[in-house]
T-cell receptor, first 114, second 115 residues
Framework: AQSVAQPEDQVNVAEGNPLTVKCTYSVSGNPYLFWYVQYPNRGLQFLLK????DNLVKGSYGFEAEFNKSQTSFHLKKPSALVSDSALYFC????????????WGLGTSLAVNP | DTAVSQTPKYLVTQMGNDKSIKCEQNLGHDTMYWYKQDSKKFLKIMFSYNNKELIINETVPNRFSPKSPDKAHLNLHINSLELGDSAVYFC??????????????FGPGTRLTVT
């Protein structure tokens, strides 16, 4: 069964430092992986996805994610964090079958301190 | 132009009442979803429609009934509201791409408070 895990409930980083939000997955077949961000009192926004090809995927707002097949990970990264990056981040994987379902992680709250 | 819109944004009602939330998308997508996000921010899929056909129907009380009059609209009707129904409800839409990917696009949410 498809599953995704975000091992950290909260990540704290100083502004200007690099940030990493972790995600690991378990899938049968090829993984289709996604990152979303949710700012306070807003809906989720799509950041980036991995389907195939380069292991480093670039997305919105300067975020990128590194796909690692051997470690079954898809960590979200940004070279220099901004206070405005403080939000809730969700990792997701495409579900099995044809029901157009995404399997979601529990979310990681990122706090960027000035 | 708003891609996925929901009305109302806030809904405060009493236990036992019946209420509806409406969703519209102008992205031309063929699949729409309802999610519930609880106070711990966990996202739970409730229903999904593809071309007006119900394709996901998770374990949800039958007080919740979705309805999709056309591909661009998905409504959620809730009967006999309970305190535990208080949450933020998100609508989303997606389109299957030739790559096999179907990233979802979310509405702003409807915050339902049952008193």
């Amino acid at each position: 069964a498809q599953s995704v895990a975000q091992p950290e409930d909260q990540v704290n980083v100083a502004e200007g430092n690099p940030l990493t939000v972790k995600c690991t997955y378990s899938v049968s077949g090829n993984p289709y992986l996604f990152w979303y961000v949710q700012y306070p009192n807003r809906g989720l926004q799509f950041l980036l996805k991995y389907i195939t090809g380069d292991n480093l995927v670039k997305g919105s707002y300067g975020f990128e994610a590194e796909f690692n097949k051997s470690q079954t990970s898809f960590h979200l990264k940004k070279p220099s964090a901004l206070v405005s990056d403080s939000a809730l981040y969700f990792c997701a994987v495409r579900g099995a079958g044809n029901n157009r379902k995404l399997i979601w992680g529990l979310g990681t709250s990122l706090a960027v301190n000035p | 132009d708003t891609a996925v819109s929901q009305t109302p944004k806030y809904l405060v009602t009493q236990m036992g009442n019946d209420k509806s939330i409406k969703c519209e998308q102008n992205l031309g997508h063929d699949t729409m979803y309802w999610y519930k996000q609880d106070s711990k921010k966990f996202l739970k899929i409730m229903f999904s429609y593809n071309n007006k056909e119900l394709i996901i129907n998770e374990t949800v009380p039958n007080r919740f009934s979705p309805k999709s009059p056309d591909k661009a609209h998905l409504n959620l009707h809730i009967n006999s509201l309970e305190l535990g129904d208080s949450a933020v409800y998100f609508c989303a839409s997606s389109q299957l791409r030739t790559s096999g990917s179907y990233e979802q696009y979310f509405g702003p949410g409807t915050r339902l408070t049952v008193t």
